[in-house]
């Protein structure tokens, strides 16, 4: 995050107490109705995910109602929220020890038609007439049960738990900005919430980013309250997200008893954390919605209350405000659910109430997204950036150790209702998968539409339940709920006694015998029995597992240090960010900036113009003068950029436009840090505005020994894509490289300076030697991380050529470069060296 260390850990610790804390309370009322015998210590594990779903719930779809972003509303919404939930607490449960009267019975038995679809049988009635709807005697058992699953915690669970939280924060601390690129498009549409209270574009063009505003709405409230930056805030919620949704999993597994093996599960595959470290925040924080999915739907049908069907129609519409993936997800695993209690229970149910509810909420979200997106991809084709997504891609970042153990586990459990449930979501996952088959079809354009949701899917889709699956099989005193077989009643009698007799080893003998006491009065032939659950497994798998993952982490985070050391790879150079941040136009000053990611100034006043603005979802553009200006300044139009209104120009180093302005004699330097210059346009040109500079870009041929030649990174994103830049550059460890630049009249006899751009990890030293026949000037640096421009200052003579000598030392360390996962790097693993871009030379003027 930025600023010093005191200031990050203050944001860190506010942040976490105003996005959590203003949630608090609808977490406690939520738990309490869908757990209501969940002890301090799971509480502890949900309230980080179910708060902050809460509160991206809120801040979406307040914005979504009102258009607008209005933090003293969006707090007042909060604050009633938070009040209705106490009052709601003050409820107390009533345990009823008294027979039902007539009436009561009636409204039960209505209550069961309505919710269970089916009439209760005779013996039902009896049975709830015998007994009470709810005895001590029954609330003693879920309470023994639940002190039974309390036992069975891992004693270090607390431990895993603070690690999880540990690492998840480590990246606050270790990088200044989020790592990918989407980050910078994040920041910009919080900045904009912030500022103007909407996701309108900014001026001169008009249209609007059509996103899911919950997060850069929370992100918003951070920044407006805690004056953070837009990429903090985007940083801290983010990263809280990920902290929240590790929590929130172990918590839901804890209802089951594999809370602890499931944390380690979810550290076995790096998927859920690549989205996260590449910066797909909504992504990863939509996933928080699947802890109130497995909360509510993955538990015996007995246990189902009517306010879970509630909560979970409203977790639907609070994770759609966040991204579509999570709401997505949410509906594949009501789907299995579906599947399992229709066709894998004793009796076919009909659609229940949480069908009907939450099938109707799906449906309007898909009818409102259909509504306002397939509409502008009618003659957009299905793609499929990173290939098929549910083979080589899902065993590459889920890994084969996880998906080989979720197999296992999946065969060894199959007799049990919830691996049942989680290996069918798993199956429907993956049949989404198969639209990336179709790239390049223009069909339906509702396939294009899940072909850009499900784009990096193997990076969400299947971490989570595959974690789920292998953490019931490496915990040894899980409890599920068997599956239930049909034995026919009339078969032979030492047959019945031996399926009863292994029936018994699962369920009571009152519940045997109540089976078949059902099955005689109802004049069924079948007397339904539950199937065999295997032994758990070993500890030592376990261990092994658990050895594993400390290995991997460790690995993963040695990375991580080693990683935030390359400040080269940012999208944006500190140069930029420096020059972005202080930036101080007049009002109403119009500013072109170049279309990349180095060219989208984040945190720009709303007082001031820009042509450009990052793509981010679907973006609704009604007016864009990008091009036209783009145009004009390639050509010198003056008239033309003066009927855009544009004023000044921002360029990188990263960039292109940056020697072209240079060249141009109506365009003056106003501010230059490492290569992030300010420019500003003058109608009629002047004595400085035409300093004109001369850049000279390096050949292979220019190589000495130790120069590797390797292709630009940045090359394939550059949307300008100007003859200017080289599709490669020279790249030394321990070497030099040599180079010729010719002077013209004006540079002849002149001081000049001579500014070679570079990127390059911090401490490399760089000599750079000025040759002019028998004159020789040189200065060393220190690289100081990322891009940076090393100036020398000196002074030609008469000759017609200047030689500049670039010598390296002190590279060679090696790491692990992430560009070459994902191709626009030449190399995994790399090693610490200098590319060195260009060399420019530019006259000295008073």
Same mark, same amino acid.
């Given at each position: 995050?930025?600023?010093?260390?005191?200031?990050?850990?203050?944001?860190?610790?506010?942040?976490?107490?105003?996005?959590?804390?203003?949630? +608090?309370?609808?977490?406690?009322?939520?738990?309490?109705?869908?757990?209501?015998?969940?002890?301090?210590?799971?509480?502890?594990?949900?309230?980080?995910?179910?708060?902050?779903?809460?509160? +991206?719930?809120?801040?979406?779809?307040?914005?979504?109602?009102?258009?607008?972003?209005?933090?003293?509303?969006?707090?007042?919404?909060?604050?009633?929220?938070?009040?209705?939930?106490?009052?709601?607490?003050?409820?107390?449960?009533?345990?009823?020890?008294?027979?039902?009267?007539?009436?009561?019975?009636?409204?039960?038995?209505?209550?069961?038609?309505?919710?269970?679809?089916?009439?209760?049988?005779?013996?039902?009635?009896?049975?709830?007439?015998?007994?009470?709807?709810?005895?001590?005697?029954?609330?003693?058992?879920?309470?023994?049960?639940?002190?039974?699953?309390?036992?069975?915690?891992?004693?270090?669970?607390?431990?895993?738990?603070?690690?999880?939280?540990?690492?998840?924060?480590?990246?606050?601390?270790?990088?200044?900005?989020?790592?990918?690129?989407?980050?910078?498009?994040?920041?910009?549409? #919080?900045?904009?919430?912030? #500022?103007?209270?909407?996701?309108?574009?900014?001026?001169?063009?008009?249209?609007?980013?059509?996103?899911?505003?919950?997060?850069?709405?929370?992100?918003?409230?951070?920044?407006?309250?805690?004056?953070?930056?837009?990429?903090?805030?985007?940083?801290?919620?983010? !990263?809280?997200?990920?902290?929240?949704?590790?929590?929130?999993?172990?918590?839901?597994?804890?209802?089951?008893?594999?809370?602890?093996?499931?944390?380690?599960?979810?550290?076995?595959?790096?998927?859920? +954390?690549?989205?996260?470290?590449?910066?797909?925040?909504?992504?990863?924080?939509?996933?928080?919605?699947?802890?109130?999915?497995?909360?509510?739907?993955?538990?015996?049908?007995?246990?189902?209350?009517?306010?879970?069907?509630?909560? +979970?129609?409203?977790?639907?519409?609070?994770?759609?405000?966040?991204?579509?993936?999570?709401?997505?997800?949410?509906?594949?695993?009501?789907?299995?659910?579906?599947?399992?209690?229709?066709?894998?229970?004793?009796? !076919?149910?009909?659609?229940?109430?949480?069908?009907?509810?939450?099938?109707?909420?799906?449906?309007?979200?898909?009818?409102?997204?259909?509504?306002?997106?397939?509409?502008?991809?009618?003659?957009?084709?299905?793609?499929?950036?990173?290939?098929?997504?549910?083979?080589?891609?899902?065993?590459?970042?889920?890994?084969?150790?996880?998906?080989?153990?979720?197999?296992?586990?999946?065969?060894?459990?199959?007799?049990?209702?919830?691996?049942?449930?989680?290996?069918?979501?798993?199956?429907?996952?993956?049949?989404?998968?198969?639209?990336?088959?179709?790239?390049?079809?223009?069909?339906?354009?509702?396939?294009?539409?899940?072909?850009?949701?499900?784009?990096? *899917?193997?990076?969400?889709?299947?971490?989570?339940?595959?974690?789920?699956?292998?953490?019931? @099989?490496?915990?040894?005193?899980?409890?599920?709920?068997?599956?239930?077989?049909?034995?026919?009643?009339?078969?032979?009698?030492?047959?019945?006694?031996?399926?009863? @007799? !292994?029936?018994?080893?699962?369920?009571?003998?009152?519940? %045997?015998?109540?089976?078949?006491?059902?099955?005689?009065?109802?004049?069924?032939?079948?007397?339904?029995?539950?199937?065999? %659950?295997?032994?758990?497994?070993?500890?030592?798998?376990?261990?092994?597992?658990?050895?594993?993952?400390?290995? !991997?982490?460790?690995?993963?985070?040695? *990375?991580?240090?080693?990683?935030?050391?390359?400040?080269?790879?940012?999208?944006?150079?500190?140069?930029?960010?420096?020059?972005?941040?202080?930036?101080?136009?007049?009002?109403?000053?119009?500013?072109?900036?170049?279309?990349?990611?180095?060219?989208?100034?984040?945190?720009?006043?709303?007082?001031?113009?820009?042509?450009?603005?990052?793509?981010?979802?679907?973006?609704?553009?009604?007016?864009?003068?990008?091009?036209?200006?783009?145009?004009?300044?390639?050509?010198?139009?003056?008239?033309?950029?003066?009927?855009?209104?544009?004023?000044?120009?921002?360029?990188?180093?990263?960039?292109?436009?940056?020697?072209?302005?240079?060249?141009?004699?109506?365009?003056?330097?106003?501010?230059?840090?490492?290569?992030?210059?300010?420019?500003?346009?003058?109608?009629?040109?002047?004595?400085?505005?035409?300093?004109?500079?001369?850049?000279?870009?390096?050949?292979?041929?220019?190589?000495?020994?130790?120069?590797?030649?390797?292709?630009?990174?940045?090359?394939?994103?550059?949307?300008?894509?100007?003859?200017?830049?080289?599709?490669?550059?020279?790249?030394?460890?321990?070497?030099?490289?040599?180079?010729?630049?010719?002077?013209?009249?004006?540079?002849?006899?002149?001081?000049?300076?001579?500014?070679?751009?570079?990127?390059?990890?911090?401490?490399?030293?760089?000599?750079?030697?000025?040759?002019?026949?028998?004159? %020789?000037?040189?200065?060393?640096?220190?690289?100081?991380?990322?891009?940076?421009?090393?100036?020398?200052?000196?002074?030609?003579?008469?000759?017609?050529?200047?030689?500049?000598?670039?010598?390296?030392?002190?590279?060679?360390?090696?790491?692990?470069?992430?560009?070459?996962?994902?191709?626009?790097?030449?190399?995994?693993?790399?090693?610490?060296?200098?590319?060195?871009?260009?060399?420019?030379?530019?006259?000295?003027?008073?």
């Amino acid at each position: 995050m930025e600023g010093d260390l005191p200031i990050v850990i203050w944001h860190i610790f506010a942040g976490s107490a105003l996005i959590f804390g203003v949630g +608090f309370f609808p977490a406690l009322f939520i738990i309490r109705i869908l757990d209501p015998l969940a002890d301090t210590f799971r509480k502890l594990m949900l309230i980080p995910a179910i708060s902050l779903l809460v509160t +991206f719930g809120v801040s979406g779809w307040m914005v979504v109602l009102s258009s607008k972003f209005n933090l003293n509303l969006l707090l007042l919404i909060l604050i009633i929220v938070n009040c209705a939930a106490v009052a709601a607490m003050w409820q107390k449960d009533v345990v009823r020890v008294r027979k039902l009267t007539q009436w009561e019975l009636l409204e039960e038995h209505s209550d069961l038609v309505e919710s269970e679809g089916k009439m209760t049988t005779e013996s039902e009635i009896k049975t709830t007439n015998k007994n009470t709807t709810e005895l001590e005697d029954d609330v003693e058992e879920k309470r023994k049960r639940s002190e039974e699953l309390r036992e069975s915690r891992s004693s270090w669970l607390p431990f895993a738990l603070t690690a999880a939280a540990l690492l998840s924060l480590l990246p606050l601390l270790l990088f200044e900005y989020p790592n990918g690129v989407d980050w910078i498009g994040f920041s910009t549409l #919080t900045h904009r919430l912030a #500022t103007t209270g909407d996701l309108s574009l900014p001026a001169i063009s008009e249209g609007q980013w059509t996103y899911p505003p919950a997060f850069p709405a929370v992100a918003a409230m951070l920044e407006s309250t805690l004056g953070m930056t837009p990429a903090s805030a985007v940083h801290l919620v983010g !990263q809280l997200s990920v902290l929240a949704l590790l929590w929130g999993i172990a918590g839901a597994s804890d209802r089951w008893g594999s809370s602890g093996p499931t944390l380690v599960a979810l550290a076995l595959a790096p998927a859920l +954390f690549v989205k996260a470290h590449d910066s797909g925040y909504p992504t990863v924080a939509s996933q928080l919605g699947l802890v109130i999915g497995l909360l509510v739907l993955i538990r015996p049908m007995v246990e189902r209350k009517r306010g879970q069907d509630i909560v +979970f129609a409203i977790c639907v519409i609070s994770t759609g405000a966040i991204h579509p993936t999570g709401a997505l997800y949410l509906g594949t695993l009501l789907a299995a659910y579906l599947i399992v209690n229709r066709f894998g229970a004793r009796s !076919q149910i009909a659609v229940s109430r949480l069908a009907m509810t939450s099938t109707v909420v799906l449906c309007i979200a898909a009818y409102i997204v259909l509504v306002t997106f397939a509409p502008r991809l009618l003659s957009e084709p299905i793609i499929s950036e990173y290939g098929w997504q549910g083979g080589f891609s899902l065993l590459l970042f889920n890994g084969p150790l996880l998906v080989g153990l979720a197999i296992w586990s999946i065969y060894r459990g199959r007799n049990t209702m919830e691996i049942l449930l989680l290996a069918i979501w798993v199956t429907i996952n993956w049949i989404f998968s198969l639209v990336h088959l179709l790239n390049g079809i223009i069909a339906f354009s509702f396939l294009t539409l899940l072909s850009y949701v499900l784009y990096s *899917m193997a990076l969400h889709a299947f971490h989570i339940p595959l974690a789920i699956i292998v953490g019931i @099989l490496l915990s040894n005193r899980v409890k599920l709920t068997p599956r239930e077989k049909p034995i026919s009643v009339d078969q032979a009698g030492e047959e019945l006694v031996q399926e009863m @007799l !292994q029936a018994s080893r699962q369920i009571s003998a009152s519940e %045997i015998a109540d089976s078949a006491t059902e099955a005689i009065e109802s004049n069924s032939e079948k007397m339904w029995l539950p199937m065999e %659950i295997p032994e758990p497994v070993d500890k030592r798998w376990l261990v092994a597992t658990f050895l594993i993952v400390i290995f !991997q982490l460790s690995i993963a985070n040695g *990375m991580l240090i080693e990683l935030s050391n390359h400040e080269e790879l940012r999208p944006q150079t500190n140069g930029d960010r420096k020059l972005m941040s202080t930036l101080s136009l007049p009002e109403g000053s119009v500013l072109f900036t170049e279309d990349g990611h180095w060219g989208n100034p984040y945190d720009l006043s709303p007082e001031i113009g820009i042509t450009t603005f990052p793509t981010l979802g679907l973006v609704d553009v009604q007016e864009n003068n990008q091009g036209k200006a783009r145009s004009a300044i390639l050509q010198d139009d003056i008239s033309a950029l003066q009927e855009i209104g544009v004023t000044h120009a921002l360029t990188s180093p990263i960039g292109t436009f940056g020697p072209v302005l240079a060249e141009s004699p109506y365009w003056q330097l106003m501010n230059d840090i490492d290569g992030s210059r300010l420019w500003e346009l003058n109608q009629i040109p002047t004595m400085q505005s035409t300093v004109n500079s001369h850049f000279l870009y390096p050949n292979e041929e220019d190589c000495n020994d130790g120069c590797e030649w390797r292709p630009d990174p940045w090359w394939m994103v550059d949307a300008d894509q100007l003859t200017n830049r080289p599709d490669s550059q020279p790249f030394i460890c321990e070497g030099s490289i040599d180079f010729t630049v010719p002077l013209d009249r004006s540079s002849r006899d002149q001081t000049v300076k001579i500014n070679v751009m570079i990127d390059a990890p911090a401490g490399l030293i760089v000599d750079v030697y000025s040759v002019d026949g028998i004159e %020789i000037e040189g200065r060393q640096f220190t690289t100081n991380g990322g891009w940076q421009q090393l100036s020398l200052i000196t002074k030609t003579t008469l000759a017609d050529n200047l030689s500049v000598e670039i010598v390296v030392s002190g590279g060679g360390d090696s790491w692990i470069n992430p560009l070459g996962i994902t191709g626009r790097g030449d190399k995994l693993f790399d090693y610490d060296g200098i590319r060195i871009h260009w060399v420019e030379l530019r006259p000295m003027v008073a």
